[in-house]
T-cell receptor
Framework: NAGVTQTPKFQVLKTGQSMTLQCAQD?????MSWYRQDPGMGLRLIHY???????DQGEVPNGYNVSRSTTEDFPLRLLSAAPSQTSVYFCASRSTGETEAFFGQGTRLTVV | QKEVEQDPGPLSVPEGAIVSLNCTYS??????FMWYRQYSRKGPELLMYTYSSGNKEDGRFTAQVDKSSKYISLFIRDSQPSDSATYLC????????????FGSGTRLSIRP
C-alpha cells in the first residue's frame, strides 16, 4: 500500500535556488494539502486543493506555488529558496466525506 | 492569536499513569475535532476524532470536546512506553473539503 508518497526525503538547497517537492497519492483522494512543521509551531497549512485544477492558499503561502493537474499529484514549488523555508514538509490527502487525512513521510529541507 | 493553542510540553510521566492532553481554540465554527499521533521522523497518523461536543472512547484513549468552553482533551489510561510520541490536536469546520488546522503538538514521554 503506497498511500501518500513524498520525494525527496532530504534536500539541501542554496539560497535563491528553486526546486519542486513531489507528492503523489494512489487512493483517488480529492483533497490534498501541504504543511510545514517547525519546532514549537506544529503543522502550518501552506496550500491545499479540493480537486484537479483547484488550489487555494493556507496560513503560510508566501514563497510557495502549487498546481493540481491530476488527482494523484500535488507538487509544491519553491521559486527562490530562503533560509526561513528550512523545515519539514508534509503532504496529506483525504477523501471527500471522510475526516481522516493521510500523511506522507515528510521531506526535510535545509536552505543554506 | 492562533486559532488552535496547545501546550508544547514536553510532558514526562511514569508508565501506567493517566495522561491528559489539552487544546483550546477560538473559531466557534469548528465541528470536527481530531487527535493525531506522530512518532519521531514520521508523518502524523489519525488517532481518533469526534464530531461536535461529547466524549468518545477507544480502548485506553478518550477524547472529550467542550464546545461551550472551546476546549478539547485527550486522556490516555494505563500509559505505555509505546505511547511516547508527539500528539497534535486538529480541527476543521466540515468533515471534508475544508482546511484542517493543527495545534503545535505536545511531546509526550512515558518512562518505563
Amino acid at each position: 500500500n503506497a498511500g501518500v508518497t513524498q520525494t525527496p526525503k532530504f534536500q539541501v538547497l542554496k539560497t535563491g535556488q528553486s526546486m519542486t517537492l513531489q507528492c503523489a497519492q494512489d487512493m483517488n483522494h480529492e483533497y490534498m494539502s501541504w504543511y510545514r512543521q517547525d519546532p514549537g509551531m506544529g503543522l502550518r497549512l501552506i496550500h491545499y486543493s479540493v480537486g484537479a485544477g483547484i488550489t487555494d492558499q493556507g496560513e503560510v503561502p508566501n514563497g510557495y506555488n502549487v498546481s493540481r493537474s491530476t488527482t494523484e499529484d500535488f507538487p509544491l514549488r519553491l521559486l527562490s529558496a530562503a533560509p526561513s523555508q528550512t523545515s519539514v514538509y508534509f503532504c496529506a490527502s483525504r477523501s471527500t466525506g471522510e475526516t481522516e487525512a493521510f500523511f506522507g513521510q515528510g521531506t526535510r529541507l535545509t536552505v543554506v | 492569536q492562533k486559532e488552535v493553542e496547545q501546550d508544547p510540553g514536553p510532558l514526562s510521566v511514569p508508565e501506567g499513569a493517566i495522561v491528559s492532553l489539552n487544546c483550546t481554540y477560538s473559531n466557534s465554527a469548528f465541528q470536527y475535532f481530531m487527535w493525531y499521533r506522530q512518532y519521531s521522523r514520521k508523518g502524523p497518523e489519525l488517532l481518533m476524532y469526534t464530531y461536535s461536543s461529547g466524549n468518545k472512547e477507544d480502548g485506553r484513549f478518550t477524547a472529550q470536546v467542550d464546545k461551550s468552553s472551546k476546549y478539547i482533551s485527550l486522556f490516555i489510561r494505563d500509559s505505555q512506553p509505546s505511547d511516547s510520541a508527539t500528539y497534535l490536536c486538529a480541527m476543521s469546520v466540515y468533515s471534508s473539503a475544508s482546511k484542517i488546522i493543527f495545534g503545535s503538538g505536545t511531546r509526550l514521554s512515558i518512562r518505563p
